[in-house]
Nanobody, 121 residues
Framework: QVQLVESGGGLVQAGGSLRLSCAASGRTFSGYAMGWFRQAPGKGREFVAGITWSGGSADYIDPVKGRFTISRDNAKNTVYLQMNSLKPEDTAVYYC??????????????WGQGTQVTVSS
């Protein structure tokens, strides 16, 4: 069973940047589209961005288009989320997961510990 470990979160001022990483252990990402999800306090978990196995296609929710970029390095079993021009409304715990492409849903109901992103105004 694959285990996903997210890292790279932190506290940043509005307008700042962070780069999140998601590393797989126990099994590779092989063949899976991957995605980032987030859960803000008091809200449900939502899809943020996804990328196909080849990296040839990406999908973003409207609020992050033009600010976030998802990428992957299959040789390193790692998925990234570059977040620029951060806003306070981006504050959430961020998780990565295999996704049911092109649907914006997780393929498995198994989550890592996530990484906290806090954007101050």
């Amino acid at each position: 069973q694959v285990q996903l470990v997210e890292s790279g979160g932190g506290l940043v001022q509005a307008g700042g940047s962070l780069r999140l990483s998601c590393a797989a252990s126990g099994r590779t990402f092989s063949g899976y589209a991957m995605g980032w999800f987030r859960q803000a306090p008091g809200k449900g978990r939502e899809f943020v961005a996804g990328i196909t196995w080849s990296g040839g296609s990406a999908d973003y929710i409207d609020p992050v288009k033009g600010r976030f970029t998802i990428s992957r390095d299959n040789a390193k079993n790692t998925v990234y989320l570059q977040m620029n021009s951060l806003k306070p409304e981006d504050t959430a715990v961020y998780y990565c997961a295999a996704v049911n492409w092109p649907l914006r849903s997780p393929l498995f109901q198994s989550w890592g510990q996530g990484t906290q992103v806090t954007v101050s105004s």
